[in-house]
């Protein structure tokens, strides 16, 4: 009897031995601001920076993994709306309409300005010309055909670049003639590199970051200063101009979180938004939302660190 007594003990220690490893277990793959793995669907005009962020925040946390899908804006706002991803970064804030149906889901979205990017003009290198005017843009997608411009090349049809684009011209559609768009950014560069008198519309951080594959290509186009509808003076997609607010084609980016708890998502957001983060924007050649502050230390006389 003992004997059976000791068995059922034994079997009893090992099956709670084993209940409290898997608890552990659980425990440890719990999902938290700096540990564990999210999805994030990311706008795909702005997905270098987002990349350079990602490589930085999990070599900081090694707990943390971020996998990123690239999507065309009108994709991404789609998935979000629909529950297929619970964070995205993009080129606009939500509207009225869309927080109103957040609100009859019961989700709080967390919103976060990050940087300051914009939207650059490109030509073939072979043009003279580098200067362009937004309205001459602006009229062609109106359908008034200019003879500066050969083409408009766009990425993607349901991009931030024609959405924004569509916004300022005040259509509901773009021309079907003389407009091109294709899927990436990339793609748009390359093809305003091979055919001169296109226009090129893409995000500059595609430009100021390209990837190796690309950075041949980008020394064949020019990146064109733009005169806007209130001005009389040119300005370039640069960090400066964009600082001080002269380039009219700027557009801030944000990082929505729809996860509704504190996980991942909520911490990759704090990390952009602080103060690594925004250096790795002012690095990028876009503007930061807070300009990363400096530390100076006065010395009363000068010391020698060799001695």
Same mark, same amino acid.
């Given at each position: 009897?003992?004997?059976?007594? /000791?068995?059922?003990?034994?079997?009893?220690f090992?099956?709670?031995?084993?209940?409290?490893? %898997?608890k552990?277990?659980?425990d440890?793959? /719990?999902?938290?601001?700096?540990?564990?793995?999210?999805?994030?669907?990311?706008?795909?005009?702005?997905? +270098?920076?987002?990349? $350079?962020?990602?490589?930085? =925040?999990?070599?900081?946390?090694?707990g943390?993994?971020?996998?990123?899908?690239?999507?065309?804006?009108a994709?991404l706002?789609?998935?979000?709306?629909?529950?297929?991803?619970?964070v995205?970064?993009?080129?606009r804030?939500?509207? %009225?309409?869309?927080?109103?149906? =957040?609100?009859?889901? /019961?989700?709080? +979205?967390?919103?976060? @300005?990050?940087?300051?990017?914009?939207?650059a003009?490109?030509?073939?290198?072979?043009?003279?010309d580098?200067?362009?005017?937004?309205?001459?843009?602006? $009229?062609?997608?109106? !359908?008034?055909?200019? +003879?500066k411009?050969?083409?408009?090349?766009?990425?993607?049809?349901?991009?931030?670049?024609?959405?924004?684009? /569509?916004?300022?011209a005040?259509?509901?559609?773009?021309?079907?003639?003389?407009? =091109?768009?294709?899927?990436?950014?990339?793609?748009?560069?390359?093809?305003?590199?091979?055919?001169? !008198?296109?226009?090129?519309?893409?995000?500059?951080?595609?430009l100021?970051?390209?990837?190796?594959e690309?950075? $041949?290509?980008?020394?064949?186009?020019?990146?064109?200063?733009?005169?806007?509808?209130?001005?009389?003076?040119? &300005?370039? +997609?640069?960090?400066? $101009?964009?600082?001080?607010?002269?380039? @009219?084609?700027?557009?801030?980016?944000?990082?929505?979180?729809c996860?509704? &708890?504190?996980?991942?998502?909520?911490g990759?957001?704090?990390f952009?938004?602080?103060?690594i !983060?925004?250096?790795?924007v002012l690095?990028?050649?876009l503007?930061?939302?807070?300009?990363?502050?400096?530390?100076? %230390?006065?010395?009363?006389?000068?010391?020698?660190?060799?001695?």
């Open positions: 009897m003992l004997k059976y007594v /000791k068995i059922l003990g034994l079997i009893v090992i099956f709670l031995f084993a209940m409290c490893n %898997q552990s277990k659980k440890s793959e /719990k999902e938290t601001i700096l540990k564990g793995s999210v999805t994030i669907t990311v706008d795909e005009t702005v997905k +270098p920076i987002v990349d $350079d962020q990602i490589a930085v =925040f999990e070599g900081t946390y090694y943390a993994r971020v996998t990123v899908n690239a999507k065309s804006e994709e706002f789609n998935d979000l709306l629909n529950k297929k991803t619970k995205v970064i993009s080129a804030d939500l509207t %009225q309409e869309e927080k109103n149906k =957040f609100e009859k889901l /019961k989700i709080n +979205p967390r919103v976060t @300005p990050f940087a300051t990017d914009a939207i003009f490109i030509s073939n290198k072979d043009s003279n580098t200067l362009i005017e937004l309205k001459t843009v602006i $009229d062609f997608m109106k !359908g008034i055909v200019n +003879p411009i050969k083409g408009l090349v766009f990425d993607n049809p349901n991009s931030s670049t024609v959405r924004f684009m /569509k916004n300022l005040n259509v509901k559609e773009i021309p079907s003639e003389g407009v =091109f768009s294709f899927k990436t950014n990339n793609e748009v560069i390359k093809f305003v590199s091979e055919n001169n !008198g296109m226009i090129g519309v893409v995000g500059v951080n595609w100021s970051q390209p990837s190796p690309m950075q $041949d290509i980008v020394h064949k186009i020019n990146v064109l200063s733009v005169k806007g509808l209130n001005s009389n003076e040119y &300005y370039s +997609p640069t960090q400066n $101009d964009i600082a001080e607010q002269k380039y @009219p084609l700027a557009r801030e980016l944000y990082i929505i979180n996860q509704g &708890y504190s996980g991942l998502g909520m990759f957001a704090s952009i938004a602080g103060d !983060g925004q250096r790795i690095k990028s050649g503007m930061p939302i807070r300009t990363p502050g400096r530390k100076l %230390q006065i010395r009363n006389k000068i010391i020698n660190d060799k001695e």
